[in-house]
């Protein structure tokens, strides 16, 4: 079958990585998405063990068109009671490029008339229900600008970033999708010692200690949209939790996260113990202006304020300092740092080795790494050819 993972844009070499592991053939990077080949083992293994995908979506047909009465007219044509019930919910998301039909609601509005019309013709005059918040089945409408209008029903139901173990929030948190998307553009070999520095409500920490452990993402999860699809395989399903769930380990190397705020470490520490990691994370109230004892030769993912949502005094200053820090007390790390602040970075006083360009919710941002070299970078160079 024809299936799509959607992500964030900069994400989409890594999950066609991700994809390739699980066994997905002829992978298509696309923008913020990624194409794929699979049978329904590959559907499944996707949903459950996709660390940076946010949706898994199975196409089923397409067609061109560039009117809403030839839109409705080729909708009504597909036998919509054979892939759901009368008394079975669904929601249409919709998304729309073509300069004909540009309006999101209105080709969901118009999707959602030519289905309960059918149904109402069937059924003497009985409809299926809305539901936005639990449907029964999520089906997505994508109108490209080529005006290829494509039809796919969500396999995955609720957003793969809801992990379950967020029960603690602070404000403007990362996203779970986005901050495995980060451990893994790090390359992190998963032996060096983790430290995120400014942790707030943990997501990057428990990422980084799920994917260490070979934790599938969604273990905590009990539902998926595939789950109501009349093809469900239910044992097929048991056979991929168990053998994903079987491949997880029980060491890591040490993770570390650090706050200066009590609010972030309590809520950091109590999404720990939902994701049932408080044996591979540890975490501490300092800041990290007052970090000293660290393990040697480490990586530092974090995430600091950007002046946008979390507003700060002066922002320059603190990216100062926090490369100044940065120089002194964390020789020998690599320093991942996401920001939309480009002003700011520039205060670090650091030169990175590569960028990222990624995007935080709406906000674009760099993910940039800096080597924390002993003196010079060519200097280190040069003595470790002679």
């Known amino acids: 079958m024809q299936i799509v993972a959607k992500t964030f844009f900069g994400l989409e070499a890594i999950l066609a990585e991700e994809i390739r592991a699980i066994g997905g053939e002829n992978i298509i990077p696309l923008k913020r998405a990624v194409a794929y080949e699979g049978d329904q083992k590959v559907l499944y293994r996707s949903n459950y063990e996709l660390r940076t995908a946010l949706r898994i979506l199975q196409p089923f047909h397409s067609f061109k068109t560039k009117h809403e009465n030839h839109l409705y ?76 209008c494509t039809l796919s029903w969500d396999s995955s139901g609720d957003s793969l970033h809801k992990r379950g173990y967020r029960v603690q929030a602070l404000e403007a948190p990362i996203n779970e999708v986005l901050a495995a998307g980060m451990v893994l553009l790090s390359n992190w070999d998963k032996k060096r010692p983790l430290i995120d520095p400014m942790c707030g409500s943990g997501t990057i920490l428990i990422e980084a200690a799920s994917y260490a452990c070979n934790l599938p993402p969604q273990r905590h999860r009990q539902q998926f949209g595939f789950t109501k699809w009349k093809d469900y395989d239910r044992n097929l399903w048991k056979d991929i939790r168990r053998e994903a769930d079987a491949r997880a380990i029980d060491t890591c190397p040490p993770i570390m996260g650090f706050d200066k705020d009590f609010k972030a470490i309590k809520a950091c520490s109590m999404n720990i113990l939902a994701a049932s990691l408080e044996e591979h ?12 004892e660290v393990p040697s ?22 990216y100062n300092d926090v490369g100044h820090i940065l120089k002194h007390r964390f020789v020998g790390y690599d320093a991942w740092i996401i920001s939309s602040n480009v002003r700011a970075l520039k205060q670090l006083g650091l030169k990175p080795s590569s960028k990222q360009t990624l995007f935080n919710g709406a906000l674009e941002c760099l993910f940039n790494c800096y080597e924390l070299y002993k003196g010079s970078r060519k200097k280190e160079e040069s003595l470790a050819k002679s």
């Not at 998301?93 to 509005?109: E, F, G, I, R």
């Not at 994370?281 to 000293?292: C, M, S, T, Y």
């Open 297 to 318: 030769d480490g990586v530092l993912i974090f995430n600091p304020p950007y002046d946008e949502r979390l507003a700060m005094e002066d922002i320059y200053q603190f």
């Open 281 to 292: 994370i540890e975490v501490n109230r300092i800041a990290i202006e007052k970090l000293e």
């Open 73 to 148: 007219k080729k909708l009504s044509e597909l036998d919509w009671p054979s892939y759901f019930s009368l008394n079975q919910t669904f929601a249409i998301n919709a998304v729309t490029a073509s300069k004909y039909l540009d309006h999101s609601q209105y080709l969901a509005l118009k999707t959602k008339d030519a289905i309960v019309d059918q149904f109402r013709l069937s059924h003497d005059g009985q409809r299926p229900s809305i539901d936005l918040d639990n449907p029964d089945f999520r089906l997505n409408v994508h109108l490209g600008y080529d005006n290829l």
